[in-house]
């Protein structure tokens, strides 16, 4: 499995940063953002280094399906019973921060910070 030594969500996958985790299964890790817009705020990521949604491969697809099938028991676990939103930000244009791709699942009551 790919890692980058230089990556924060690498080092959050190997535990060399604490994180909040919410899920983890060999290929998942999904953990509480640390700048919550949402009562409710995790990202999905895949534990192997993939830097953005554009290096995505074919042999990818299946692992991508289960990001996004993994958001609605993802909110249903946390108690988010009124809709949610996703959001994969790809590359500079995309406004994507952290390079190490990554799926935001954002719920919970209304107002939200932003989003
Ligand atoms: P992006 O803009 O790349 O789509 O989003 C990156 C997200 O990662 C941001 O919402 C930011 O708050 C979150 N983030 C950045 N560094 C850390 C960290 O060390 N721990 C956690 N839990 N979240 C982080
Ligand atoms: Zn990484």
């Known amino acids: 499995m790919s890692h980058d030594p230089n990556c924060i969500f690498c080092k ?6 604490p994180s909040k985790k ?3 299964d060999p290929e998942l890790l999904v953990f509480h953002d640390i700048n919550p817009w949402a009562p409710v705020h995790v990202l999905i ?3 192997q280094h993939i830097a953005t949604h554009y290096e995505v491969q074919a042999e990818h697809e ?4 289960r990001m996004l ?13 009124n809709g949610f939103r996703t959001l994969i930000n790809t590359g500079p ?7 190490h791709l990554h799926m935001h699942v954002m719920g919970g009551p209304r107002p939200w910070l932003k989003g």
Do not use: N, S, T
Not at 62 to 65: D, I, Q, Y
Not at 93 to 99: A, I, K, N, T, W
């Open 45 to 47: 990521i895949p534990k």
């Open 93 to 99: 244009d995309g406004r994507q921060e952290v390079p």
């Open 69 to 81: 099938g993994l958001a609605p028991r993802l909110m249903r676990d946390l108690g988010v019973v």
């Open 12 to 17: 959050i996958v190997a535990g060399q940063i």
């Open 22 to 24: 919410a899920y983890e």
């Open 62 to 65: 299946a692992l991508l399906g």
